[in-house]
């Protein structure tokens, strides 16, 4: 069952602003993922934090999870028009050959 | 190389018609999944195979039929299409000790 839910659906910012982007999730997990789409594209993996982890940087981004509240955020920073894309969160169950569970994602419009 | 391939890419076809989608990874995984993105963009495990043995079936319809002759290759065959199969299909991979699964680049299909 579906248990990921990014908040917002929607965000349009302005280039160099920074975006943030929330994910919620209801069982335990081993990890917990973020992808980007671009529109009519696949799915890039851009980063993991494991369920132990609070914090994780790569690049202009930045992942947080706070397990205690099933909640994990993504801050990119300085965006760039290329960063418009659809992001999504996805959870990795304890179990490892599960499926990811995926979360309904959030557009993001960069405006140059 | 590339590590999950799907083909074909793109598949426009009639309603009533029966299609095959063909999911092939060169890693060595031994579970493969199917994933469908509806137009809403929402993404959810159709699929998983395990040593070609199917280990989740997600209350898909009995017109699709996923098939694996061999641990790198897991097909998925789809009867009588509806129009509400039109969607972008992902395969994955993953195995024990893969943090992460592996995508294909997606199959768009469009029932008319």
């Known amino acids: 069952s579906q248990q990921g839910e990014e908040d917002p659906q929607a965000l349009s910012i302005q280039e160099g602003e920074n975006a943030t982007m929330n994910c919620s999730y209801k069982?335990?997990?081993?990890?917990l993922q973020w992808y980007r789409q671009n529109s009519g594209r696949g799915l890039v993996h851009l980063i993991l934090?494991?369920?132990?982890?609070r914090e994780k940087h790569s690049g202009r981004l930045r992942v947080t999870l706070d397990t205690s509240k099933k909640s994990s955020s993504l801050l990119i920073t300085a965006s760039r028009a290329a960063d418009t894309a659809s992001y999504f969160c996805?959870?990795?169950?304890?179990?490892?050959?599960?499926?990811?569970?995926f979360g309904k994602g959030t557009r993001l419009s960069v405006i140059a | 190389d590339t590590a999950v391939s799907q083909t074909p890419k793109y598949l426009v076809t009639q309603m009533g018609n029966d299609k095959s989608i063909k999911c092939e990874q060169n890693?060595?995984?031994?579970?493969m999944y199917w994933y469908k993105q509806d137009s809403k963009k929402f993404l959810k495990i159709m699929f998983s195979?395990?040593?070609?043995?199917?280990?989740i079936n997600e209350t898909v319809p009995n017109r699709f039929s996923p098939k694996s002759p061999d641990k790198a290759h897991l097909n998925l065959h789809i009867n009588s299409l509806e129009l509400g199969d039109s969607a972008v299909y992902f395969c994955?991979?993953?195995?024990?000790?893969?943090?992460?699964?592996?995508f294909g680049p997606g199959t768009r299909l469009l029932v008319l």
């Open positions: 069982t335990s997990i081993n990890n």
């Open positions: 934090i494991r369920s132990n982890e």
């Open positions: 994955a991979s993953w195995t024990s000790g893969q943090e992460t699964q592996y």
């Open positions: 195979y395990n040593n070609k043995e199917l280990i």
């Open positions: 996805a959870t990795a169950s304890v179990w490892g050959n599960t499926p990811l569970v």
């Open positions: 890693l060595g995984h031994d579970t």
